[in-house]
Nanobody, 125 residues
């Protein structure tokens, strides 16, 4: 079992940056693949980025490539990050952190086992 708590959301102007954090409880954080998803009002939850257990492999949605960076700290912090640059109004959504029991990352939402409560990101034009 792992619990996930996101933070770092907020209101930012278009072109600005935010860094989201997801702190995980449990001693086996380094064995989980981690992902970030987002859900805008009236839309389905969609994949943003994922990282494997060691951090050696990362995956991005086309909308996130070249602007967002996912990373993780498997040491004392047990945290996964999403650095978001050049933000656009269409990035506005609730962002969710997710953990997968296996160490291999995926973009498939239904293959993640644990979810955080989400953090709101609002990008103004």
């Amino acid at each position: 079992q792992v619990q996930l708590v996101e933070s770092g959301g907020g209101l930012v102007q278009a072109g600005g940056s935010l860094r989201l954090s997801c702190a995980a409880s449990g001693r086996t954080f380094s064995s989980y693949a981690m992902g970030w998803f987002r859900q805008a009002p009236g839309k389905e939850r969609e994949f943003v980025a994922a990282i494997n257990w060691s951090g050696s492999s990362t995956y991005y949605a086309d909308s996130a490539k070249d602007r967002f960076t996912i990373s993780r700290d498997n040491n004392a912090k047990n945290t996964v990050y999403l650095q978001m640059n050049s933000l656009k109004p269409e990035d506005t959504a609730v962002y969710y952190c997710a953990a997968r029991d296996t160490g291999w990352a995926t973009y498939r939402r239904n293959e993640y086992d644990y979810w955080g409560q989400g953090t709101q990101v609002t990008v103004s034009s």
